[in-house]
C-alpha cells in the first residue's frame, strides 16, 4: 500500500528539544533492530527498492519492502519467522528476483534506533511523528541517524503538508530524501557523497515523470547538502553546494513550461538566494587559491572568508532554506503538472524540444558574440551553464550522438566567459575589504592579473566555435 511521508534531519542533541514542540502526550519509546537485505552487486538498490527483516524489543520480526521515490512510496510489510526472509511475495517476483541469478541476498548493513512517536491531529488527519535517535552499521563503518519522520496515518495529504510547513518554519528541521537504505548502501560500500543520477529516457518513461524524477533527485542532493555543509563550509562543500543548487535550479528554468509556474517561482527564488549566500563564500575561495598575495591581502580575505561562512551557515540552517527545501519536493509531488497532456508523451521528444528551443537561443546570441557588452555575455555564459546543467540530468543515448565534443564545448564556452568575469568580480570583493595601503596595492596587482587572464579573444573563439558548429536538434 502507498506510505505517504515526509522525513527531516535534525541535529543529534535537538530531539529530546522538539518532542514536546511536536507531540502533546508521552510517545511511544522502542528500540528497533533493521537488517537490510541485497544481493552483492546491490541488485534491490538498483531496482529503487529496500528489503528489511525489523526486530522490535518484544521479539516481533517484520518484513518489509518499500518501492518508489519521493513523498509517496509502496511498502509491502508482514510479521515473519525471525531471521528468514519470505521471498514469496508477489511484489518481490515483480521486480525480477530470479532475474538477479545466483547471488544471494544477504544483509548488507543493518539500523539501531530509539524510536519515539506518537499520533499527531491536524486537520481531519491522523499522522505519525516519529523521532529516531541512532545508526547504521556497515561492518566497522558508522553513521549516525536522527531523524523526524511525519506519516500521513489517516485523512488528507494537505494535512500532513501543512503539518510539515509550519514544523519546518519553526524548528530547525532539514527536508531529507534519502533513506536509510540509500544511506546503508553507501556506507556499505564505502561511497562517497552521491550526486544525483541521471534519469533514463528510455522504457516509455513520460516527460512528466522524467522530470519529476529529476527533480527529487537534485533535491534530494540539496537538501543532503545544506545540512552537511552548515555544519563545515569547507572550500569544497561549499563548492559542491552551489553545484547542486544550480542544477536543480536549472531544471525549472530550462524546462519551466512543464511545471506549475508560481510554486516553480518561489523555489528557484529560494534556490537563487542560498547560491547567492555559497557565492560570497566561493568568491572569496577562488581569490584564496590563487596564491600568496602579500601579508595584508591574505590576511583580509582569510577573515572575510571565515565572515561568510558563518553566514553561509547560519543561512542554510535557517528557516527560509528550509521551507525552500519543503517547497521543493511540493513542486515535484503536490501538483498534478506531470500527467498532464503536454506531459504525457515521452520523454526524450518532450524534453528534447525544451532543449532545442533553449540551444536556438544560445546559438542567435552566440553568433553575435563580439557585439555583445560585458553584461550580455555574461547572461550568455549562465544560458549556457543552465543549458549543460539540464542536458546533463538525464540519459539519451540519441542527445549523446548530436555531436563529438559537444558537452565539451559548452564547458569550454561556459569557462572562457567565466575568466571575462573574474576580474569584475574580484573588483567587487576586494573593495568591501578594509584594507591598508599594501593590501590595496597587492588587491590591484591580483585585479590586473586575473584580467591578463580573461582574454575576450580566445572567449569569443569558444563561443564561435560552440555555436557555428553542426547544426544540433534533441528531437
Partial sequence: MPEVEIKFDCAPDAIDRLLPRVLNAPPQDRALLSHYYDTPDEALAAAGASLRLRTEAAGRTVQTLKTGLGLVRDEVEAEVAPGHLDLSWPELAGLGLAAIGPDPLAPRFSVHVRRRSGVVEAGASRIEAAFDEGEIRAGDRREVVCEVELELLEGDREDLLTLARRLAAELPLTLSLRTKSARGSDLAADRPWPRAAQVALAGGITTGE?????????????????????????????HQMRVALRRMRSLTLVFRRRLDEAPAATVR?????????????????????????????????????????AGLSACLAAAPARLTLLEGLLLAEAGDWPGRARNAGGAAEGLGSDLDRRWQR????????????PEDLHALRLRIKAFRYALAAFEAPDWRRVAPG?????????????????????EGVLSRLDLDPEGRRAARRL?????????????????????????????
Fill in 269 to 309: 527564488a529560494g534556490l537563487r538566494d542560498l547560491a547567492r549566500a555559497c557565492g560570497e563564500v566561493r568568491e572569496l575561495d577562488v581569490l584564496m587559491a590563487m596564491g600568496p598575495s602579500g601579508p595584508a591581502l591574505d590576511t583580509a580575505l582569510s577573515e572575510a572568508r571565515h565572515r561568510a561562512a
Fill in 210 to 238: 522524467a522530470l519529476r524524477q529529476a527533480l527529487l533527485g537534485s533535491l534530494a542532493e540539496v537538501a543532503g547538502r545544506t545540512r552537511s555543509t552548515a555544519n563545515d563550509p569547507s572550500v569544497e562543500a561549499v
Fill in 362 to 373: 544560445i546559438r542567435r546570441e552566440g553568433q553575435a558574440a563580439d557585439a555583445l557588452g
Fill in 447 to 475: 585585479v590586473s592579473g586575473l584580467r591578463r587572464r580573461g582574454d575576450a579573444r580566445r572567449a569569443l573563439k569558444a563561443v564561435d566555435e560552440l555555436v557555428n558548429g553542426p547544426a544540433l536538434r534533441f528531437t
Fill in 406 to 426: 559537444f558537452e565539451a564545448g559548452l564547458r569550454k564556452a561556459q569557462d572562457a566567459l567565466g575568466l571575462l568575469n573574474d576580474a569584475g568580480m574580484a
